[in-house]
């Protein structure tokens, strides 16, 4: 299964990050920044919450019904003329959900790293949120996702169900962040010692911290 991070290096991925960063007037590099470290971020938060019973009932409904994935179908209606309040307004709601009370913390060290205040770094999680939604959509539909044991192989599939342990508390350190900054060193340095290896989160977030 491909992960997540391989989104956004297809020609999906591009109309996205193009279109996202067109609708909320933002940088296209600092936009794919942003995603490239949101996505997984979202996606362990999105594993976490589904980690009980309740949650995993709530996120597999959601998909199976208003995120089915057919914002996807028309991207191009989508971002022209700008993204609808309607969009950002259920990205707003999806990411209270989702991060809680890491919301700000989450935002504001994404925010550090790729030279955006936490409030621009909101504006494009809040439109591409939804569509993340619509991909994990379409993920289970063309997996046959249609129990909780199913949804939990499907998160675990898209973020890399054999990432090193490193990785995995690189996503759990961000999400346990307090909104201070002070956790970016210390995540920084323990994601560029542990990626050596070329591909996977680990190479891609080394890089983005500074690694080669």
């Given at each position: 299964m491909a992960g997540i991070l391989d989104l956004l290096n297809s020609e999906l991925g591009q109309s996205i990050i193009n279109g996202v960063s067109d609708s909320t007037g933002q940088d296209k590099d600092k936009t794919s920044s942003?995603?490239?470290?949101?996505?997984?971020?979202l996606m362990k938060a999105m594993q976490r919450n589904a980690s009980t019973p309740q949650g995993a009932e709530g996120l597999l409904g959601a998909i199976q019904g208003k995120h089915n994935g057919g914002i996807l179908d028309?991207?191009?209606?989508?971002?022209?003329?700008?993204?609808?309040d309607e969009v950002k307004n259920d990205g707003e709601k999806i990411l209270n959900h989702v991060l809680g009370s890491k919301k700000q913390g989450v935002e504001s060290i994404i925010g550090q790293k790729s030279g955006l205040d936490a409030g621009s770094v909101d504006q494009i999680l809040k439109v591409a949120?939804?569509?993340l939604m619509g991909f994990l959509g379409k993920q289970a539909q063309q997996n046959n996702v249609s129990s909780t044991n199913d949804l939990s192989g499907l998160l675990g599939g898209l973020l890399g169900g054999n990432d090193s342990s490193s990785e995995q508390s690189f996503l759990e350190k961000i999400l346990d962040a307090?909104?201070?900054?002070?956790i970016i060193d210390d995540v920084a340095g323990m994601v560029l010692g542990n990626s050596k290896k070329k591909g996977g989160l680990g190479g891609l977030l080394g890089g983005l911290f500074g690694g080669k």
């Open positions: 942003v995603l490239t470290m949101a996505l997984p971020v028309n991207l191009g209606g989508l971002f022209s003329g700008g993204v609808d949120t939804p569509i307090d909104g201070d900054g002070s």
